[in-house]
């Protein structure tokens, strides 16, 4: 069993001996992830990264975390492979976004 199935499998246990199962639908869990992934913005709004980084970095853990607990759960709900559809990603961002043409820039 791979790490990520592994990761998986603890959070879908720890989610069944809560019973929350049933409120953990796509659009719920995307909704929660989005949430999740606002309240990491705020450890960094208004500061620096160091900033951020020296004042919130417990904070910022445990919001990551929460980010990767849903996005692994939305997963599991729709039967995704993780690893193929990150690696399906990167091949597509490796067509839209030649070596050639990046040139260490960040634009579309």
Not at 15 to 32: E, M, Q, V
Not at 57 to 68: L, Q, S, Y
Request: hydrophobic share 35%; aromatic share 8%; charged share 30%.
């Amino acid at each position: 069993m791979n790490e990520i199935k592994q990761l998986i499998d603890s959070i879908n246990e720890f989610r069944d001996a809560r019973g929350w199962k049933p409120y953990h639908n796509p659009k719920d869990l995307a909704i929660s992830l989005s949430i999740e992934a606002a309240e990491l913005l705020e450890d960094f709004q208004w500061r620096s990264s160091e900033e951020a980084l020296d004042q919130n970095i417990e904070n910022i853990k445990e919001e990551i975390a929460d980010v990767f607990i849903y996005g692994l759960m939305l997963c599991s709900e729709l039967d995704l492979d993780v690893e193929t559809i990150i690696k399906d990603k990167i091949k597509k961002n490796a067509l839209k976004y030649p070596i050639s043409n990046t040139n260490g820039r960040n634009q579309e």
